[in-house]
């Protein structure tokens, strides 16, 4: 996967939230967790369909992100 910093955009850090874990676009959903369900294979179809807030860009984001 080719570096997009617009990406990485997606993944903030902020003490308020989640006890400043990186989490995407503010929610209170970290990096961690989606990467938790995306590295061992679960489709990206599934994580979308449990999370239905999360868009594809921010799988992309925490792939790159733990790439970083």
Known sequence: MNANPEL??????????C???PVIR????TAQTVLEFLLP???EDEVLEQYPMLEREDLD??????NT
């Open 8 to 17: 990485l955009k997606r993944i903030t850090v902020d003490d308020r939230i």
């Open 19 to 21: 006890n400043g874990k």
């Open 26 to 29: 503010g929610m209170r959903i």
């Open 41 to 43: 294979g679960t489709p």
């Open 61 to 66: 984001a925490c792939k790159q992100f733990a």
